[in-house]
Structure formats: C-alpha cells, structure tokens
Antibody, heavy 120, light 107 residues
C-alpha cells in the first residue's frame, strides 16, 4: 500500500524557517517524481514545487522561489522541503504528492498533510 | 502561468442528479487536464487524468471530456459520498496550476 506521511509542520514567526519531511513507503520511491502542494485555510490548492526521480529537474512556484528548497533522499525514501524567510501567506496545510508513473503533474497519491502556521 | 477557471464556484444538487462542472484554461493545454475530489479535512483524490482517463478505483459515474482549453467533469448520478469540492488542474506546463474549486452541496 502506498503511503506518504508528512511531518515537521508547526508554528513559526515571520522570517523564520521550517523543514518539512515526507516519508514514503509501499512503492519504489526512486522511480517517481514528487511534489509539494499547499492549501491555505479555507482556500484552494496551490502547487509549490516538483522534483524528478533523480533530482535532475526541480521547479518552484513563483511565490516560493528563492525561499523554499525541495530535495529527496532515495536511499531513505524521503522527500523534504526546506522553507526560509517564511511569511504569513505561507500559512497552509502542506501535502506531499506523488506523480503518476511517467505522467508528471498527475498527482495520484497524497499524504495527509502537515500544517504550517506563520504568525507573530 | 496558465490560469484555470472553473464554473460554477458552487452548486446545489440532489442525489441521483446528473452534474457537470466546467474548467477553462487560459491557453491551450491539449489534454493535460486532471480532476480531483476533496472532502473536508482530507487530502485531494485523483479522479480523472489526461482529461478523460478514469483513475483506478474511481466509480464509472465520473467521466471527463474536453481538450485544448475547455473541459468538463460529469457525475452521471450523484451519490451521497460525492458531495465535496472538485478541482481541475493543468499538467501541460511544468508550473502546475489548479482551478479555484467547485463546491458541490446537497440541495
């Protein structure tokens, strides 16, 4: 069974940093590209970042470029999102999402999400 | 970025109704269009990919159609578990974007 479990969310002040993690199991993690998608409270979905299976391709939404860094550890089946210079508008539930095999951008499995709250 | 616009933003319907949600892209996205269902407090679930392909395990009452810029999600006969929010999403550009969502409520 495919499982994605996020962790690392919490409360942080504006300008602060946080590192999110996503533990993957039930599939060959190294064969799939992965993403982070977020959802502000009561709002819609916003794609945040993409990383290819080998980490050779990485993309970010304009709203987080230069502040967020996506990475992965295929040996340990984990995905990370390092977030710095956090702003109030980064407050959201952050989901890791797997791409359907060979179909980047089609998110077929999602984690349960981890809440990040940026507030003074 | 490619803008995705859904209509309506909300919709009231009854069990057994046929429902259609539309999604329009700001430029051509061929058939790179996905549909997701999200229930309160839960992660989104992929329903339809590549505009018209049914994701494994999704009931056949869900169907998708369209290409280029105009797409539709149809639920042929609403069931109680279908009341949720639905999002379209383009995967044509590497900078993926979602529609604003359509909340489907019980009439």
């Amino acid at each position: 069974e495919v499982q994605l479990v996020e962790s690392g969310g919490g409360f942080v002040q504006p300008g602060g940093s946080l590192r999110l993690s996503c533990a993957a199991s039930g599939f060959t993690f190294s064969s799939y590209s992965m993403n982070w998608v977020r959802q502000a409270p009561g709002k819609g979905l916003e794609w945040v970042s993409y990383i290819s299976s080998s980490s050779s391709s990485i993309y970010y939404a304009d709203s987080v470029k230069g502040r967020f860094t996506i990475s992965r550890d295929n040996a340990n089946n984990s995905l990370s999102l390092q977030m710095i210079s956090l702003r109030a508008e980064d407050t959201a539930v952050y989901y890791c999402a797997r791409d359907k095999w060979d179909l980047p951008g089609d998110f077929d499995y999602w984690g349960q999400g981890t809440l990040v709250t940026v507030s003074s | 970025d490619i803008q995705m616009t859904q209509s309506p933003s909300s919709l009231s319907a009854s069990v057994g109704d046929r429902v259609t949600i539309t999604c329009r892209a700001s430029q051509s996205i061929s058939s790179y269009l996905n549909w997701y269902q999200q229930k309160p407090g839960k992660a989104p679930k992929l329903l339809i990919y590549a505009a018209s392909s049914l994701q494994s395990g999704v009931p056949s009452r869900f169907s998708g159609s369209g290409s280029v810029t105009d797409f539709t999600l149809t639920i042929s006969s609403l069931q109680p578990e279908d009341f949720a929010t639905y999002y379209c999403q383009q995967s044509y550009s590497s900078f993926y974007t979602f529609g604003q969502g359509t909340k489907l409520e019980i009439k």
